[in-house]
C-alpha cells in the first residue's frame, strides 16, 4: 500500500487549500485515514482523521471549525480541505491511514498508523 500527498503550495493568510491523499496498491479498507503535519524544529502533530467506523472527521482544536476532512471511499482517497489558514498552520503534511480499528482516543497517536505518504509542504505566508 502507497499513500501519495498532495495539494500544498504557498497561501496567503486567510486562504484555503485542499489536499488530497491518494492510495495505491492491493485494495484495503482503512480504519482510520488522517492527516498530520510538522512544522521545522516541532514534533509531528496530529491534524485531523476519518473514522470509517463513524463516518466522521475528528480535528485538533487548533484546526477546528477552519478544516474539513473528507473520504472518498470508493477511490479509498482521503482529502482536507483547509481554509482560514494561518501562518502558524505552515508545515508539511503527511496522510496517514491505519488498518485496525483502535478505540477513538488512540487517532491521535501517529504509532497505530501503518502507512504514510511522502508529505506535501503548505506554506502560508504573505
Known amino acids: 500500500v502507497q499513500l501519495q500527498a498532495s495539494g500544498g503550495g504557498l497561501v496567503q493568510p486567510g486562504g484555503s487549500l485542499t489536499l488530497t491523499c491518494a492510495t495505491s496498491?492491493?485494495?484495503?479498507?482503512?480504519?482510520?485515514m488522517a492527516w498530520f503535519r510538522q512544522a521545522p524544529g516541532e514534533e509531528r502533530e496530529f491534524v485531523s482523521a476519518?473514522?470509517?467506523?463513524?463516518?466522521?472527521?475528528y480535528y485538533a482544536d487548533s484546526v477546528k471549525g477552519r478544516f474539513t476532512i473528507s473520504r472518498d471511499s470508493a477511490k479509498n482517497m482521503v482529502y482536507l480541505q483547509m481554509n482560514s489558514l494561518k501562518p502558524e498552520d505552515t508545515a508539511v503534511y503527511y496522510c496517514?491511514?491505519?488498518?485496525?480499528?483502535?478505540?477513538?482516543?488512540?487517532?491521535?497517536?501517529?504509532?497505530?498508523?501503518?502507512?504514510w505518504g511522502q508529505g506535501t509542504q503548505v506554506t502560508v505566508s504573505s
Open positions: 496498491g492491493r485494495p484495503f479498507s482503512p480504519a482510520y
Open positions: 476519518f473514522r470509517r467506523s463513524t463516518n466522521r472527521g
Open positions: 496517514a491511514a491505519a488498518e485496525r480499528n483502535y478505540n477513538s482516543g488512540s487517532m491521535f497517536n501517529s504509532n497505530i498508523y501503518d502507512y
